[in-house]
């Protein structure tokens, strides 16, 4: 079993109240939390307005398993997400 935790950083310039905040990156865990692989969560951030933080562990057979199940994150992320990416970090366990 191999297991890597992807954790992104976002700012999110513009956005005024968590409210508006859980629009735009809210569906994060209904987009990648429907795969028994992945469990999604905001790790960070919880209380700003402009920026947040989200973490997916992805537990796979293989780690060529787990490291394509991250690529598709990161490019999903990428294009859903409204606002920057400020970091990405991958680490296996």
Request: proline residues 2%; aromatic residues 6%.
């Amino acid at each position: 079993m191999h297991i890597a935790i992807l954790t992104f950083t976002f700012s999110l310039p513009g956005c005024s109240s968590l409210k508006e905040k859980r629009q735009r990156v809210g569906g994060l865990h209904e987009r990648f939390g429907r795969n028994p692989a992945v469990a999604v969560c905001e790790s960070g951030e919880l209380n700003r307005h402009d920026a947040s933080q989200w973490s997916f562990v992805v537990v796979g057979m293989t780690k060529r398993e787990v490291e394509a199940l991250c690529s598709q994150i990161e490019d999903k992320v990428q294009t859903t997400v409204e606002g920057r990416i400020m970091d990405v970090v991958r680490e296996f366990l």
